[in-house]
């Protein structure tokens, strides 16, 4: 005969948990949950850094390789003619792309690059010309590449919208007003002017470290390009113009819009005019969103992510020294860098 399968203690009830019993589990579950809830929270982020360094890599590989193809890296950026003195010689005048748009082909976007041209061909638009138009500027504002997200452009630390439509107001010739997703890596410029924004910068605060051409634009008007290996549009530069070395002149790094959720600027989208940074501020010292208090910057904690100019990727932290830093940054000055400074 089978009998029940409650088991009953010697004084007849019914064998449990106590109350008291119930609350130590609880609270050793608690516990332990408390103790490896941080441990989860800093794999992912290692994870999530260690993928913005891939992100990294690869663009600076594609960089290189635009070079052997070119022989020369890309342009920095390019704008509408009529808002900057740039001259024939330098201009791209308004074109499609910056730096990013340019190698594209190298990061398995190839179609991406030629919808870029298709559209504005089916728009009765040529890919570039001399000054801008209404019709033109119509024709980029609207064109569906400017919504394609692309992975190895966003850093997956970045907590800020994937998408931006800020205005960049009327004298903002070629992206007021229009969508686009966000880039969260930028080209170096080197300790170069932010206009505006030089005078408060920490370079120029810091006793033996040199902003150049303090009144542009990242050299945006400089004959013969500014100090780094990119500007916003002027010549370009070649792997053997970098007479300071390629290991130890910066090349591309990380910057991040999270910082100003609520106020994000037109500058972040991957195809702006406005794709080169300088190094005048520093690592994660960011003042506004406006660009000339921009900064190199990232959410993975105590630094950010960047690439020399051979394409090595490196890490530099926060207390990275200002003069060390902006000195890494120009290509060609023959500045001694102090190791320990990072």
């Known amino acids: ?115 870029q041209k298709a559209h504005m061909r089916s728009q009765g638009q040529p890919e570039t010309i001399s000054d801008y138009t209404s019709a033109w500027r119509a024709a980029f504002q609207n064109a569906p590449f400017r919504l394609a997200a692309i992975g190895a452009l966003r850093c997956p630390s970045d907590a800020g919208a994937s998408m931006n439509n800020v205005d960049g107001g009327a004298s903002w010739t070629l992206n007021a007003g229009s969508l686009g997703t966000v880039s969260s890596y930028f080209a170096s410029a080197g300790p ?45 530069t070649r792997i053997k113009d970098i007479t300071d070395g390629t290991s130890k002149t910066l090349l591309l790094g ?26 005048i501020r520093g690592i994660n010292n960011q003042t506004s969103v406006n660009y000339y208090g921009m900064s190199f910057a990232s959410f993975h904690g105590g630094g950010a992510q960047f690439a020399m100019a051979d394409a090595s990727v490196v890490f530099l932290t926060d207390s990275t020294d200002i003069i060390t830093f902006c000195r890494r940054g120009t290509r060609a000055k023959g500045e001694l860098i102090d190791s320990g400074g990072q």
């Not at 037109?266 to 195809?271: E, H, L, S």
Request: glycine share 12%; hydrophobic share 35%.
């Open 1 to 115: 005969m089978v009998k029940s399968g409650k088991t009953k203690t010697d004084g007849g009830n019914a064998a449990g948990f106590t109350l008291v019993e119930l609350l130590v589990v609880i609270a050793i579950i608690g516990t332990l949950v408390g103790l490896l809830l941080p441990a989860v929270q800093a794999a992912r982020e290692s994870a999530r850094r260690t993928s913005c360094a891939n992100n990294v890599k690869q663009l600076a590989l594609a960089l290189h390789n635009f070079h052997d193809a070119r022989q020369t890296f890309p342009l920095g950026g390019s704008g509408g003619k009529g808002q900057y003195v740039w001259t024939s010689n330098q201009s791209t005048d308004c074109n499609l792309f910056n730096w990013r748009g340019f190698v594209l082909p190298f990061i398995d976007e190839q179609p991406l690059y030629d919808l």
């Open 192 to 236: 170069e002017g932010m206009n505006s924004g030089s005078a408060s910068s920490l370079c120029n605060v810091t006793s033996g470290c040199t902003v150049y051409n303090q009144g542009e634009y990242c050299a945006s008007g400089i004959t013969g390009g500014g100090c780094g290996v990119f500007s916003l549009r002027s010549d370009r």
């Open 254 to 279: 990380e910057t991040t819009q999270g910082a100003f959720p609520a106020n994000q600027s037109y500058q972040w989208r991957w195809n702006e005019p406005f794709s080169v940074m300088s190094t």
